[in-house]
């Protein structure tokens, strides 16, 4: 079993930043964050295998958010915030795979609000 206890979040006006902490009970191979806005599908957002070695991210992002990870915390930074983020944001851990699929990901974190007013 993994615990994932998730920190960070808020509300922001658009162009602002917000950084999201999520800690695990136990190294993983590979973590990420996920998002799920009102009426929309949970996506993936941006995922970080072998302790950083290697890091996606979904298109929209790229260029504003980062991830990064130091032990078993891995951190997304984001900034130039825009009101598409707004979302619920998961952390998610995966044992043996790394990608946005859903399915890869064992374990999840109780999400966080992140709200981007315009």
């Known amino acids: 079993q993994v615990q994932l206890v998730e920190s960070g979040g808020g509300s922001v006006q658009a162009g602002g930043s917000l950084r999201l902490s999520c800690t695990a009970s136990?190294?993983?191979?590979?973590m990420g964050w996920f998002r799920q806005a009102p009426g929309k599908e949970r996506e993936g957002v941006a995922v970080?295998?072998?302790?950083?070695?290697t890091t996606f991210y979904v298109d929209s992002v790229k260029g504003r958010f980062t991830i990064s990870a130091s032990q078993n915390t891995v951190y997304l930074q984001m900034n130039n915030l825009k009101p598409e983020d707004t979302a619920v944001y998961y952390c998610?851990?995966?044992?043996?795979?790394?990608?946005?699929?859903?399915?890869?990901?064992?374990?999840w974190g109780q999400g966080t609000q992140v709200t981007v007013s315009s």
């Open positions: 136990r190294y993983t191979y590979c």
């Open positions: 998610a851990a995966a044992l043996y795979a790394c990608s946005f699929r859903n399915a890869d990901f064992s374990y």
């Open positions: 970080i295998k072998g302790r950083g070695a």
